[in-house]
């Protein structure tokens, strides 16, 4: 089936696991980076990457998630795909879309949002692959891989 970058205003880039922008990248606290990061412009759409069916939309960052940075508010968005897999489109703004919507490959979907008030040119799509539905924000702390976090590198790259 025919795959969609997710961001077609941005080249197709895919940072590598353990790069800075990658999967599995290690932070400060043993903290691990769920997913990995499509930089893009604040407001660029974004397009869903297969056919599929929205699972959960929830608050991905906010103010009091974390004691490092202070954030601000963010939605994720998962899609599960016929596979059976769940694409989660994460730091967004409020997407418009309802659980339970069909959505298409390539239908727009969502927006990028902005995480940091004082870095507003430091936003993009952090995108996480799962197998079992994400309800909340995937903190992955003291090297302990969260039950059904799939690295989501092989995925992107093939599209
Ligand atoms: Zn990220």
Wanted: proline content about 7%; aromatic content about 12%; glycine content about 6%.
């Amino acid at each position: 089936m025919k795959k969609f970058w997710p961001i077609p205003k941005v080249k197709k880039s895919i940072p590598l696991p353990k790069h800075k922008r990658g999967f599995a990248r290690n932070h400060k606290d043993n903290r691990f980076h769920a997913g990995l990061d499509i930089l893009a412009p604040y407001s660029s759409d974004i397009h869903s990457i297969e056919d599929g069916i929205v699972k959960n939309i929830f608050l991905f960052t906010y103010p009091k998630l974390d004691k490092h940075y202070k954030y601000e508010n963010t939605y994720a968005l998962a899609i599960q795909h016929k596979d059976g897999n769940y694409a989660l489109y994460c730091e967004i703004q409020k997407p418009k879309l309802k659980i339970a919507s069909k959505v298409k490959a390539g239908q727009k979907i969502a927006k990028v949002g902005r995480i940091f008030a004082n870095k507003p040119k430091h936003t993009m799509l952090h995108f996480e692959y799962h197998s079992i539905l994400p309800r909340k924000t995937t903190k992955w702390y003291a090297g302990k891989k969260p039950k059904g976090l799939l690295n989501p590198t092989k995925y992107l790259k093939s599209i």
